[in-house]
Nanobody
């Protein structure tokens, strides 16, 4: 059974950048999509960005033009480059892999805090 491990979160000033990484540990076969979600206390987890096996991407309107999702399929890794960060981007960011059975794997989350 595979699991996901995120890294790259931290504290950054408004306007700054961070790059999140997520790697699969163990066996996860036939991944059809990789994604990043985020959650703040008291709110539902929301989709930030998603990339399919074919390379298609979609983004939440709030991050379009600022965030970029990319992947290394051979290494089962996904990345999120976050630029022009704003305080409203503060959240716990979760990595998600979806396999061919529509089963979702989740990471433990990494905190991103945008504050001066």
């Amino acid at each position: 059974q595979g699991r996901l491990v995120e890294s790259g979160g931290g504290l950054v000033q408004p306007g700054g950048s961070l790059r999140l990484s997520c790697v699969a540990s163990g066996t996860i076969n036939s991944i059809v999509a990789m994604a990043w979600y985020r959650q703040v206390p008291g709110k539902q987890r929301e989709l930030v960005a998603r990339i399919t096996r074919g390379g298609g991407t979609n983004y939440a309107d709030s991050v379009k033009g600022r965030f970029t999702i990319s992947r290394d399929g051979a290494k089962n890794m996904v990345f999120l480059q976050m630029n022009s960060l704003q305080p409203e981007d503060t959240a716990v960011y979760y990595c998600n892999f979806q396999d061919y059975r529509d089963y979702s794997y989740w990471g433990q989350g990494t905190q991103v805090t945008v504050s001066s």
